[in-house]
């Protein structure tokens, strides 16, 4: 793996333990929503690195997500459970930063 590579899949693996304290911290001081997008981004961050280190990227977040089930999940590369755990933060962030009157438990959200 050349060096730059090596750098960024440890910069997102940062980026991603960040997020988690974030959403930590957040759930504490109930901010559920907020929380939401958080692990989303700390399962985000984490995931790019994975595929950065095997080779693959994209700009997109649905790039990323489709990368991850097709080389990773498919692969047996991880758990299939871990592809289910992206799909379900995938859609509760987009509907926890875009949509209205939307309410997450927080015994399904605690990070």
Do not use: W
């Amino acid at each position: 793996m050349k060096e730059e590579v090596k750098q960024l899949t440890l910069y997102r693996m940062g980026r991603a333990k960040e997020a988690i304290a974030e959403a930590e911290l957040l759930f504490s001081e109930g901010h559920i929503r907020t929380s939401v997008n958080r692990l989303y981004y700390a399962c985000f961050y984490a995931v790019s690195a994975i595929l950065l280190a095997k080779g693959y990227s994209s700009a997109k977040h649905s790039g990323i997500r489709s990368l991850f089930h097709q080389k990773i999940v498919k692969a047996g590369l991880v758990n299939p459970s871990a592809g289910t755990l992206y799909n379900r933060l995938f859609d509760a962030r987009q509907k926890a930063d875009y949509a209205d009157l939307v309410k997450f438990e927080a015994n399904i959200v605690a990070p």
